[in-house]
C-alpha cells in the first residue's frame, strides 16, 4: 500500500486525481474501482503491488502492429476497473476488487522479464488507471533497464496522470474505443465521456507517444452507424497514420448479443480507408490478410501476421524511419523489428480470450 501521488484534499472528502471519474472518497470509503481508498484523511493506492496475472505475451495480440513488431512483452494485470462494460471477457479480475494476495514489487517484472528474454512491459488484461502508482514504478525501472513500457487502456487517465506515465517513459498505448456520445441515451455506459477518450489519444501523440486505437464492434452496443461516424470524424483529428483496429465482439459477462457479424466488421473497414486512415485492421477474425500492413502509397505488402506473430517483414530502415522498400513512402513504426526466436513458450493465443474488451 501506498500514498497515492495524485489526490486533492477538501474538508469532508478526498479527490482521487488519477482518471476522469475524479471519485469523491470519504473517510474510510473506497473509490470506484476499488484501488484507492480514503484512510485517515489520505487516499492510498491500496491495491498497489496486488496482481492477478503475470505471462510474456506478444505485442501483436495488444494490439500495437506498429510498435516493436514481433516482439513480447511481460504483461501484468491487477484488480478492478474504472468503466465495468457488461460485455468485459475479463470480468473474474476487472469486476473484483484487490483481494489479499502477497504483494509484488515492480522490481520483479524488470528481473522477470530479463530473465525471459521479453523487450518490454506491458499493463494490460483489466485496466492499467486502476494499477496507476505501480504502473508508474514499473514504467520507471523499465526505463532504466532498456525495456520498453505499454498500457492497453480505456484512455480514462487524467492529464496529470497520463503526463506523469509519459514522463515515466511509458510510450506505448493501445487505447480502446468504447463507443460514442450517442450510446447514453441508450443507458450504455452513461458516465463514460467518449471525447476524454481522443484528447488523451491526441495527448499522447503530441508528447511523442504511440497511439493504435481499438474499436471493439459490440452488437447493440456501439455498432450502429452514427457511432461509427462519430468514432472515424475523431480517428482522423488524430491523422491518417494511427492505425485503427476494428475488432470482433464474442458474447461475454452480461453482454448476450451474438458476435459480430463479419459482413458488418469488413463494411466498417472499408469505409475508414475510404475515409482516408491509411492502417486499418480488423481482428478477432484470425484472417491474416486483415491483418496485414500494406503500403498506403503503392500497395505493396510490408508486414504479415498470422496468430500474433510476423510472419513476412520487408521494411527498410533509412535515417531512423522505416520506408516502404518499392516506393520509398514512410511507414509509422516505433522500435526495432525482433526477429523471431523460435516458438513462445505461452502457446498460441486462442479465442475467446484474445477477444477481450479491455485484456490483452
Ligand atoms: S482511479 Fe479508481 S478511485 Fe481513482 S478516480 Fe479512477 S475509478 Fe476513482
Ligand atoms: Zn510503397
Not at 525495456?147 to 506515465?165: D, I, P
Not at 510510450?171 to 480502446?176: A, L, P, R, T, V
Not at 491483418?291 to 500474433?308: A, H
Not at 520509398?328 to 502457446?347: C, D, H, Y
Request: positive net charge; hydrophobic residues 35%; glycine residues 8%.
Amino acid at each position: 500500500m501506498m500514498e497515492s501521488r495524485l489526490q486533492r484534499k477538501y474538508e469532508d472528502h478526498l479527490e482521487c486525481l488519477v482518471c476522469e471519474r475524479r471519485c469523491k472518497i470519504r473517510e474510510g470509503m473506497r473509490g470506484a474501482c476499488g484501488n484507492y481508498a480514503n484512510i485517515n484523511g489520505s487516499l492510498y493506492h491500496v491495491g498497489y503491488g496486488k496482481l492477478s496475472y503475470i505471462e510474456s505475451r506478444p505485442i501483436e495480440i495488444k494490439p500495437l502492429f506498429h510498435y516493436w513488431p514481433n516482439s513480447t512483452a511481460l504483461t501484468y494485470s491487477n484488480y478492478g476497473c474504472n468503466f465495468y462494460c457488461p460485455w468485459c471477457q475479463n470480468h473474474e479480475i476487472s469486476f473484483r476488487w484487490p483481494p489479499e494476495v502477497p504483494e509484488v514489487k515492480p522490481s520483479y517484472l524488470i528481473d522477470l522479464a530479463k530473465r525471459r528474454g521479453d523487450h518490454g512491459i506491458s499493463a494490460s488484461l483489466n485496466e492499467p488507471a486502476t494499477n496507476f502508482d505501480f504502473v508508474l514504478e514499473a514504467s520507471k525501472l523499465a526505463k532504466d533497464s532498456g525495456l520498453y513500457s505499454m498500457v492497453v487502456t480505456n484512455g480514462y487517465f487524467t492529464l496529470e496522470a497520463l503526463r506523469e506515465l509519459l514522463n515515466a517513459g511509458t510510450d506505448g498505448y493501445s487505447i480502446d474505443i468504447k463507443g460514442c456520445p450517442e450510446m447514453a441515451e441508450r443507458k450504455i455506459l452513461p458516465h463514460v465521456n467518449h471525447d476524454i477518450i481522443f484528447r488523451n489519444a491526441r495527448e499522447v501523440i503530441e508528447e511523442g507517444g504511440h497511439v493504435e486505437v481499438v474499436y471493439l464492434v459490440v452488437t447493440g452496443a456501439n455498432d450502429f452507424e452514427s457511432c461509427f461516424n462519430w468514432i472515424v470524424d475523431k480517428h482522423l483529428s488524430l491523422g491518417p497514420d494511427v492505425p485503427l483496429h476494428i475488432n470482433r465482439y464474442f458474447p461475454a459477462n452480461r453482454w448476450r448479443e451474438p458476435e459480430t457479424d463479419l459482413k458488418k466488421l469488413l463494411n466498417f473497414r472499408e469505409r475508414a480507408m475510404r475515409e482516408g486512415i491509411n492502417f486499418v485492421y480488423v481482428g478477432n477474425v484470425w484472417d491474416p490478410d486483415l491483418e496485414s500492413t500494406f503500403c498506403p502509397k503503392c500497395g505493396k505488402l510490408l508486414i504479415r501476421r498470422r496468430m500474433c506473430r510476423v510472419t513476412h517483414f520487408s521494411l527498410i530502415q533509412e535515417g531512423g524511419k522505416w520506408r516502404c522498400p518499392r516506393c520509398g513512402a514512410e511507414i509509422p513504426m516505433r522500435g526495432k523489428f525482433i526477429q523471431q526466436r523460435g516458438p513462445l513458450s505461452l502457446g498460441s493465443p486462442k479465442p475467446p480470450y484474445r477477444g477481450a474488451s479491455s485484456g490483452r
